[in-house]
Nanobody, 122 residues
Framework: QVQLVESGGGLVQPGGSLRLSCAAS????????MGWYRQPPGKQRELVAT???????NYADSVKGRFTISRDNAKNTVYLQMNSLKPEDTAVYYC????????????????WGQGTQVTVSS
Protein backbone atom coordinates (compact mmCIF):
# COMPACT_ATOMS: atom_id res chain seq x y z
CA GLN A 1 0.00 0.00 0.00
CA VAL A 2 1.24 3.48 -0.88
CA GLN A 3 1.63 5.98 1.92
CA LEU A 4 2.71 9.64 2.13
CA VAL A 5 4.15 10.95 5.39
CA GLU A 6 4.79 14.66 6.01
CA SER A 7 7.23 16.11 8.52
CA GLY A 8 8.86 19.42 9.40
CA GLY A 9 5.95 21.50 10.62
CA GLY A 10 6.03 23.55 13.79
CA LEU A 11 5.85 26.99 15.35
CA VAL A 12 7.92 29.80 13.84
CA GLN A 13 8.04 33.58 14.19
CA PRO A 14 7.10 35.89 11.32
CA GLY A 15 10.01 36.20 8.92
CA GLY A 16 11.32 32.77 9.84
CA SER A 17 11.75 29.65 7.76
CA LEU A 18 10.67 26.02 7.77
CA ARG A 19 11.27 23.08 5.45
CA LEU A 20 8.53 20.51 5.01
CA SER A 21 9.24 17.01 3.74
CA CYS A 22 6.92 14.35 2.37
CA ALA A 23 8.13 10.83 1.67
CA ALA A 24 6.20 8.29 -0.37
CA SER A 25 6.57 4.58 0.29
CA UNK A 26 4.99 1.34 -0.86
CA UNK A 27 4.54 -0.50 -4.15
CA UNK A 28 5.47 2.40 -6.41
CA UNK A 29 6.26 2.16 -10.09
CA UNK A 30 6.65 5.89 -10.64
CA UNK A 31 5.57 9.22 -9.18
CA UNK A 32 4.24 11.90 -11.48
CA UNK A 33 3.26 15.36 -10.23
CA MET A 34 3.74 16.05 -6.52
CA GLY A 35 2.35 19.02 -4.66
CA TRP A 36 1.62 20.85 -1.46
CA TYR A 37 -1.76 22.14 -0.33
CA ARG A 38 -2.73 23.94 2.84
CA GLN A 39 -5.86 24.53 4.86
CA PRO A 40 -5.90 27.62 7.09
CA PRO A 41 -8.17 27.48 10.13
CA GLY A 42 -11.78 27.96 9.10
CA LYS A 43 -10.97 28.03 5.37
CA GLN A 44 -10.96 25.70 2.38
CA ARG A 45 -7.93 23.71 1.31
CA GLU A 46 -5.89 25.58 -1.28
CA LEU A 47 -3.05 24.85 -3.67
CA VAL A 48 0.41 26.00 -2.58
CA ALA A 49 2.79 24.54 -5.17
CA THR A 50 3.24 21.65 -7.58
CA UNK A 51 6.20 20.04 -9.30
CA UNK A 52 6.00 17.68 -12.27
CA UNK A 53 8.10 14.61 -12.85
CA UNK A 54 10.18 16.70 -15.23
CA UNK A 55 10.79 19.40 -12.63
CA UNK A 56 8.39 22.10 -13.81
CA UNK A 57 7.00 24.10 -10.88
CA ASN A 58 3.88 26.12 -10.24
CA TYR A 59 3.12 28.34 -7.24
CA ALA A 60 0.17 30.13 -5.78
CA ASP A 61 0.57 33.90 -6.08
CA SER A 62 0.49 34.23 -2.30
CA VAL A 63 3.71 32.21 -1.86
CA LYS A 64 5.58 33.01 -5.07
CA GLY A 65 9.08 34.26 -4.31
CA ARG A 66 8.98 32.96 -0.74
CA PHE A 67 8.38 29.21 -1.07
CA THR A 68 10.31 26.68 -3.15
CA ILE A 69 9.10 23.20 -4.04
CA SER A 70 11.62 20.52 -4.95
CA ARG A 71 11.85 16.74 -5.15
CA ASP A 72 14.36 13.95 -4.72
CA ASN A 73 13.25 11.14 -6.99
CA ALA A 74 15.74 8.68 -5.52
CA LYS A 75 14.08 9.15 -2.13
CA ASN A 76 10.49 9.49 -3.42
CA THR A 77 10.35 12.73 -1.46
CA VAL A 78 8.99 16.21 -2.11
CA TYR A 79 10.07 19.27 -0.13
CA LEU A 80 8.65 22.70 0.53
CA GLN A 81 11.15 25.33 1.64
CA MET A 82 9.22 28.18 3.24
CA ASN A 83 11.00 31.49 3.81
CA SER A 84 9.81 34.91 4.99
CA LEU A 85 6.86 33.28 6.69
CA LYS A 86 3.81 35.38 7.50
CA PRO A 87 0.98 34.82 9.99
CA GLU A 88 -1.35 34.18 7.04
CA ASP A 89 0.77 31.13 6.15
CA THR A 90 -0.57 29.42 9.27
CA ALA A 91 -2.34 26.23 8.15
CA VAL A 92 -2.25 22.48 8.05
CA TYR A 93 -0.05 21.58 5.10
CA TYR A 94 -0.76 18.46 3.05
CA CYS A 95 1.36 16.83 0.40
CA UNK A 96 -0.05 14.88 -2.52
CA UNK A 97 1.29 12.79 -5.35
CA UNK A 98 0.06 11.09 -8.50
CA UNK A 99 1.44 7.57 -8.31
CA UNK A 100 1.57 4.63 -10.70
CA UNK A 101 1.48 1.52 -8.55
CA UNK A 102 2.88 -1.93 -9.11
CA UNK A 103 1.76 -4.06 -10.87
CA UNK A 104 -0.75 -1.71 -12.55
CA UNK A 105 1.79 0.59 -14.09
CA UNK A 106 -0.67 2.43 -16.32
CA UNK A 107 -3.06 3.40 -13.51
CA UNK A 108 -2.52 6.71 -11.73
CA UNK A 109 -3.95 7.34 -8.28
CA UNK A 110 -3.70 10.47 -6.17
CA UNK A 111 -2.53 10.04 -2.58
CA TRP A 112 -2.59 12.51 0.29
CA GLY A 113 -0.52 12.76 3.42
CA GLN A 114 -1.97 13.18 6.88
CA GLY A 115 -1.00 16.85 7.18
CA THR A 116 1.47 18.78 9.30
CA GLN A 117 0.70 21.93 11.27
CA VAL A 118 2.56 25.16 10.50
CA THR A 119 1.95 28.05 12.87
CA VAL A 120 3.47 31.50 12.25
CA SER A 121 3.08 33.72 15.29
CA SER A 122 4.97 36.14 17.51
Amino acid sequence: QVQLVESGGGLVQPGGSLRLSCAASGSIFSINTMGWYRQPPGKQRELVATITGGGSTNYADSVKGRFTISRDNAKNTVYLQMNSLKPEDTAVYYCNAGIRELPYRAAVRTYWGQGTQVTVSS
